[in-house]
């Protein structure tokens, strides 16, 4: 049963091609401003430049059947996992283990968005936004109905972001990647009526809002920690670790506060974050909405967990026991992704315990009923994304 079931992919990532902004944007109005790929000898790789800072290397992201363990990774792009890189090939890997569509998030305007901050010139940073989804459009056309297209916002201007959910729904895109950290940028936390208008555009325009972890290593000190401080493989394990919970903090204030109690129709997704800890946080706020007072406060509010039915979804990859024992509790909120190509993905390699994605998530979810088997596996994403992974 579950070897012929379709899966629908809610979080993978498409690695940048060098390219990706020099071949879009003016030479000869911004020159070296442009992102773009060099050559540093002292690490023997290539590597981004951004806003006059060296980044992250241009195969930094691509792990999946890598021979070291992580944070090291490809030096070059020729030595990655092709499937990394190009769609024809992702869409041969898909093929290869009836994954019907995947959605498609960033690496480098997701994790090093402080770096892209940094580049000074308000409409060269806008346009580098509008550069990657276009590069998105692009990439997702040369398969129709194979990739859920996440639109990348310039979130620091509310008018901007509003221009481009607009414009990137009319090219295809399904949903809407936001921060659950702003105010880490010096900027309103999620609760905020400072956000309304993106959240209504959302909302009007029936994309989806989705969190994933990245936003969170926001200077350069956070990525130091992450990736180039660690002395040990355990200090990269738990930095790792800490931040796959990271949306817990979003999520809070998602559920928390009037947001979905005004956009009752606005859907949400957690991605790289997992669900295990998810019944147990809901209790949580459940429990401190009643004991502190907080429904006596706003009686016409309900209670978080009651939100999060109607309104968010999360994704679950490597986790098995958490899986098999609580998704009957949450049967409508709960979906698959694969990471790829993460370190942590569903991938096999030299360095990686993991088995194909296919694998996994039949072995995981081995023995529970089917009806729920399709909800996980497809029909949840399929409804919030408004695709139809029988026909992909």
């Known amino acids: 049963m579950l070897a012929e079931m379709p899966i629908i992919d809610t979080d993978t990532h498409v690695c940048e091609p060098a390219d990706l902004w020099t071949s879009r944007l003016s030479s000869a109005r911004w020159g070296d401003a442009i992102p773009h790929v060099a050559y540093d000898e002292r690490r023997g790789e290539d590597i981004w430049l951004i806003g006059g800072r060296k980044v992250s290397g241009v195969a930094g992201y691509a792990n999946a059947g890598w021979r070291e363990y992580p944070p090291r990774h490809p030096r070059r792009i020729e030595d990655a996992h092709p499937n990394a890189f190009g769609a024809e090939a992702r869409v041969a890997r898909m093929n290869r283990y009836g994954v019907a569509a995947e959605a498609i998030y960033p690496n480098l305007l997701a994790f090093s968005t402080h770096n892209f901050r940094s580049i000074g010139d308000a409409e060269l940073l806008l346009e580098c936004v509008r550069a990657y989804n276009d590069f998105q459009t692009d990439?997702?056309?040369?398969?129709?109905?194979?990739?859920?297209?996440?639109?990348?916002?310039?979130?620091?201007?509310?008018?901007?972001?509003?221009?481009?959910?607009?414009?990137?729904?009319?090219?295809g895109h399904h949903g809407v990647l936001f921060m659950t950290k702003p105010h880490k940028f010096d900027l309103p936390r999620l609760g905020d009526r400072h956000w309304d208008p993106i959240l209504r555009t959302a909302a009007d325009c029936n994309s989806c809002v989705s969190f994933h972890i990245g936003f969170q290593q926001t200077t350069d000190e956070d990525w130091r920690r992450m990736f180039t401080k660690a002395r040990d493989p355990s200090d990269y394990a738990l930095e790792t670790s800490l931040s796959m919970i990271g949306l817990a903090e979003g999520l809070g204030e998602v559920l928390m506060s009037d947001i979905c109690h005004r956009y009752p129709t606005l859907q949400f997704a957690l991605v790289e974050s997992g669900f295990g800890w998810i019944p147990y946080f809901l209790e949580t706020l459940d429990w401190q909405w009643v004991n502190s007072g907080a429904a006596t406060a706003h009686p016409a509010r309900e209670i978080p967990s009651f939100y999060f039915r109607r309104q968010v979804k999360t994704a679950f990859w490597f986790e098995q026991e958490t899986v098999r024992r609580m998704a009957d509790l949450y049967p409508d909120n709960v979906m698959v992704e694969s990471d790829f190509p993460h370190p942590t993905c569903l991938e096999p390699g030299p360095t990686s315990s993991?088995?194909?994605v296919r694998e996994v998530l039949t072995a995981t979810?081995?023995?529970?009923?089917?009806?729920?088997?399709?909800?996980?596996?497809?029909?949840?994403?399929?409804?919030?994304?408004?695709?139809?992974?029988?026909?992909?």
């Open 139 to 171: 990439f997702a056309s040369e398969a129709p109905g194979r990739f859920i297209v996440q639109t990348v916002l310039p979130f620091w201007d509310l008018q901007a972001s509003v221009a481009e959910i607009e414009r990137c729904r009319e090219n």
């Open 354 to 356: 993991s088995g194909t």
């Open 365 to 392: 979810l081995a023995g529970l009923p089917e009806e729920l088997c399709r909800k996980v596996l497809y029909e949840n994403a399929a409804q919030l994304y408004g695709v139809d992974a029988r026909t992909s």
